[in-house]
């Protein structure tokens, strides 16, 4: 029975963890999308867009890198899972922006 | 991850950058400089009191000093003046005109800052130009490409070179004894090229001709001029013996900086104001950026790539190392090429037991005239098309990779030749 009720608040707190941390990496990305979409808005700058978004996600893998490095042990461990979900929601929709543009791209030179 | 693959991804993404163009270069260089600073002090590679050390502050003041000193100079309508003069007095006709435009951006831009040169040489040449319906596209870009040369004159020329020579003690001398000649054979290549392609494809180029009036219209006052000059020229007898004065050459530099405002007459907010503040900013935060990758081990891990190609021989290294710089710096700025080629230079030569003054000389020489290659790759040739396309003369990339890039590759292979031929000679 206890490792019952251990076991559903670790699991709601992983859901929360995750629902919240994706909530934020979505809102992030569409900070970053509305920029993108401002500066490259001509398709003769895609290939910047794809660069920049390449730049993105190198700073991500940083910015995580860069609480990693001072935080450690377990006492963190659940606020690094945070921010390994939200950077990793950000990431994801970075990726599929690169893939529409590369996709985009491919398109046009076809053309 | 360990220190080398952070600092792998923060070059990755910096070289990213100024690539694209994304961001101002200067922004690139701090955001470099931040993550580096940061992901330094906490792998422990590095204290927060030794960045800056990793500043190079004498470089960096000595650029400050040396712009300050140009602009005061520029300010006094002085390279307006003595080009107006000259063409007065040999009233010149046809390609003659622009064989002399041609050898004023050279020179300008061997005492100037290479923007100060090509704001001055893209007026006067469409004031030449437009009048008698001549296209000045292709002049314009060749005067970007020549102020890229003139840089070699002196260490105070241009960025790259001054970088090398405060860090590597190469005086003055030197620059004058190893640059002048090649200076003028590759004036004298791109002469050639002009005739021989570029002229034949303007036939109106013949109906060239300057009508000067009064040439010291262009100064607001002499007296200002004159003093100015006097103490620019102090300036520069001054670097050229500061090692013999046991001064460093940025105490120099400011000594006449502190002259100039207090004698010249002219008026240090207006100069200060007009100063290219990018350029130290820029240096400041790139130098502690390699810093960083040197510390972190990214360098040696590049320069064992490049290794093998410079040390396979003692005469092809300075000439491999000429074109990978040039290339290099048709793409990225060549400030930071310089900056992260350096410390690599110096690694490779201390493995293989090469020679670095050679390998030196390539840099800067590479780096300089490389810029040219491409119409975004140096400054004064950006500056030079973005002055034209505001009078409505569009230089596009397809034009000048046409026209005007050859000339440049030319350029890069002469002084590769001319490397080559010193290192026989045993000058270097």
Redesign the interface.
């Known amino acids: 029975m206890m490792v019952s009720s251990n076991f559903t608040v670790g699991a709601w707190l992983f859901v929360m963890i995750f629902c919240v941390a994706f909530d934020l990496g979505f809102t992030v990305y569409k900070y970053v999308k509305k920029r993108f979409d401002e500066i490259y808005s001509a398709e003769s700058v895609l290939?910047?867009r794809i660069?920049?978004g390449?730049?993105y996600l190198?700073?991500l893998?940083?910015a995580y890198?860069?609480i990693?490095?001072?935080v450690e042990g377990e006492l963190f461990a659940g606020l690094l899972f945070l921010v390994y979900i939200a950077f990793s929601a950000v990431a994801f929709f970075i990726v599929v922006d690169i893939v529409v543009s590369l996709r985009k791209l491919r398109r046009k030179r076809i053309a | 991850m360990t220190p080398i693959e952070t600092f792998s991804l923060i070059f990755l993404a910096t070289i990213l950058l100024l690539v694209s163009e994304i961001e101002h270069k200067v922004v690139v260089a701090l955001l470099a400089a931040v993550f580096s600073v940061y992901f330094g002090v906490s792998y422990g590679l590095y204290e927060i009191e030794d960045v800056y050390h990793m500043m190079d502050i004498e470089t960096v003041l000595f650029i400050v000093a040396s712009l300050i000193l140009f602009e005061s100079l520029n300010e006094t309508g002085f390279f307006k003046f003595l080009s107006l003069l000259v063409f007065k007095k040999l009233r010149l006709k046809g390609l003659f005109v622009v064989y002399l435009l041609l050898a004023f951006a050279t020179l300008f831009s061997g005492i100037a800052e290479n923007t100060i040169t090509m704001i001055i040489m893209t007026e006067i040449t469409l004031s030449i130009f437009t009048p008698r319906k001549v296209d000045p596209r292709a002049t314009v870009a060749m005067e970007g490409v020549m102020s890229n040369v003139g840089g070699l004159l002196l260490p105070i020329s241009s960025i790259p070179g001054l970088i090398v020579a405060t860090r590597k003690n190469i005086g003055a001398e030197e620059f004058l004894v190893i640059d002048t000649p090649l200076i003028f054979i590759l004036l004298g290549v791109t002469i050639l090229y002009y005739r021989f392609v570029l002229a034949k494809q303007e036939a109106r180029i013949e109906e060239l001709q300057v009508i000067v009036d009064d040439p010291w219209k262009a100064v607001e006052n002499k007296s200002v001029l004159a003093r100015s000059l006097l103490i620019f020229s102090l300036f520069i007898v001054g670097v050229l013996v500061s090692d013999k004065l046991g001064f460093t050459p940025s105490y120099v530099a400011f000594f006449f900086v502190t002259l100039m405002f207090m004698f010249s007459g002219e008026n240090p907010r207006r100069i200060l104001s007009k100063i290219s503040w990018d350029v130290p900013f820029f240096v400041a935060c790139f130098s502690i950026f390699v810093e960083s990758l040197d510390r972190a081990g990214v360098l040696a891990l590049v320069g064992s790539y490049l290794e093998p190609l410079i040390s396979a021989s003692a005469f092809l290294g300075p000439f491999v190392l000429l074109l990978i710089s040039g290339v290099f710096s048709s793409v990225i700025a060549n400030v930071s090429v310089v900056l992260l080629l350096l410390p690599i230079v110096d690694r490779i030569s201390s493995i293989s037991g090469l020679n670095p003054h050679p390998l030196y000389w390539s840099m800067i020489i590479g780096s300089n005239i490389g810029g040219g290659l491409t119409l975004y790759g140096s400054v004064p040739v950006l500056m030079a098309a973005s002055l034209a396309e505001k009078e409505g003369h569009k230089i596009s990339f397809g034009l000048y990779a046409k026209k005007v890039a050859p000339a440049v590759f030319l350029q890069l292979l002469v002084s590769d030749f001319y490397i080559l031929l010193l290192e026989i000679l045993g000058v270097l």
């Open positions: 290939p910047k660069i920049h390449v730049v190198i700073f893998v940083l890198e860069a990693r490095v001072r």
